[in-house]
């Protein structure tokens, strides 16, 4: 493999290692992205777990994880206040 890069051509080596670290960055970004959502599905199943060891119904939990969203119904409210006027 060494002798192959040592004979390419300075113009192709700098090709070769440009497409391949683009390649290598689309990789990681999408590794990333995959790692990043499990690892929310991951808090959120723990946060829900908690709660049910806590005794709370399925309304609190909803409650709970709705809040600050734009499904809770306060900022809907404000929301449709908002957009009629």
């Known amino acids: 493999m060494g002798e ?48 049910l060891d806590r005794g709370m119904s399925a309304e609190e939990i909803r409650t709970v994880l709705d809040a600050g969203t734009k499904r809770s119904g306060r900022r809907d409210e404000e929301s449709r206040a908002t957009c009629s006027r």
Do not use: F
């Open 4 to 51: 192959y890069l040592s004979k390419l051509p300075v113009g192709e080596l700098i090709a070769l290692v440009s497409i391949g670290g683009g390649l290598l960055i689309g990789l990681v970004a999408v590794a990333g992205g995959i790692w990043c959502d499990v690892r929310k599905r991951e808090i959120a199943a723990g946060l829900k777990h908690d709660m």
